[in-house]
């Protein structure tokens, strides 16, 4: 069974993430990031937590976590505006919970494939890296509509 890792990733980023250019906005539950934008506002939502499963959350701040990240989808489909949201919540590789929001577009080469099926092995490199001159409008509105 999958669990946290006392080196982990995700808990070394939550410590300075506030610094991060990628950042989007904080709630009681989560920090909402940018990732990589080979999927134009493609968006992290990590948990305060170091939990790995949903079920290890106390209910109400899993309650609460699961309406944050569903906020931030919301905020993410009305500023891309895209054909489908593909979100996703695996831990396989970083044992801490973190949703992924996946906008799709029906013009993409492999629209109807899984996102990681689909994604070339580089596409956390450059030029689909999130680049703060490139990218903060698409964070920023993001932030209004998440804010809203």
């Given at each position: 069974?999958?669990?946290?890792?006392?080196?982990?990733?995700?808990?070394?980023?939550?410590?300075?993430?506030?610094?991060?250019?990628?950042?989007?906005?904080?709630?009681?539950?989560?920090?909402?990031?940018?990732?990589?934008?080979?999927?134009?506002?493609?968006?992290?939502?990590?948990?305060?937590?170091?939990?790995?499963?949903?079920?290890?959350?106390?209910?109400?701040?899993?309650?609460?976590?699961?309406?944050?990240?569903?906020?931030?989808?919301?905020?993410?489909?009305?500023?891309?505006?895209?054909?489908?949201?593909?979100?996703?919540?695996?831990?396989?590789?970083?044992?801490?919970?973190?949703?992924?929001?996946?906008?799709?577009?029906?013009?993409?080469?492999?629209?109807?494939?899984?996102?990681w099926l689909c994604m070339p092995p580089d596409y956390e490199e450059a030029p689909?890296?999130?680049?703060?001159?490139?990218?903060?409008?698409?964070?920023?509105?993001?932030?209004?509509?998440?804010?809203?």
């Amino acid at each position: 069974m999958a669990q946290h890792q006392l080196d982990c990733s995700i808990c070394t980023r939550l410590k300075t993430v506030r610094d991060d250019p990628a950042f989007i906005t904080e709630t009681a539950t989560g920090v909402a990031v940018m990732g990589s934008q080979w999927f134009r506002g493609y968006c992290v939502f990590l948990c305060k937590l170091p939990a790995t499963e949903l079920d290890e959350l106390p209910p109400d701040f899993g309650r609460d976590y699961l309406d944050d990240m569903a906020r931030l989808a919301q905020a993410v489909r009305a500023v891309v505006q895209p054909h489908k949201l593909n979100l996703e919540l695996l831990g396989n590789i970083v044992p801490h919970l973190h949703w992924h929001i996946f906008p799709r577009r029906l013009d993409e080469e492999h629209p109807l494939k899984p996102v990681w099926l689909c994604m070339p092995p580089d596409y956390e490199e450059a030029p689909h890296a999130f680049d703060a001159t490139r990218d903060a409008p698409l964070r920023d509105a993001i932030r209004v509509e998440f804010e809203c």
